[in-house]
């Protein structure tokens, strides 16, 4: 995988972080997790702006919505704060599959 993809990932992780903190926040009134937020929204952003140097917007940005909304429905279902179900994993991991698909049809 090279370094875009992997800046890619990385961000959609960061995404993941904020996108948790901001729940957690509660309407920015908790400093720890708002400090958290802005945190991981300014590494998402980051890394997402370097990425899309070598990947096409497009692609780039469907890659780190999707993997990021899966990190976060996935920890929150590991936390306990959001129920698991069956049909919530395999819709996750067509997200996966779908992100995946992007990547190895992707020229760079």
Do not use: H
């Not at 929204?41 to 990425?51: I, K, N």
């Not at 917007?57 to 279902?77: E, F, R």
């Not at 049909?87 to 992100?99: S, W």
């Amino acid at each position: 995988m090279n370094v875009p993809w992997l800046v890619l990932l990385f961000s959609a992780a960061c995404e993941a972080v904020w996108a948790t903190a901001l729940g957690q926040s509660e309407g920015f009134t908790q400093r720890g997790p708002t400090l958290v937020f802005f945190a991981g929204l300014a590494l998402s952003m980051g890394g997402l702006a370097f990425a899309v140097r070598q990947i096409p917007i497009g692609t780039a940005y469907a890659a780190w919505t999707g993997t990021g909304a899966s990190l976060t429905v996935t920890w929150a279902m590991v936390t306990g704060t959001e129920t698991a179900s069956v049909l919530k994993v395999i819709f996750i991991v067509g997200i996966i599959g779908a992100t995946l698909g992007l990547r190895f049809t992707e020229d760079t």
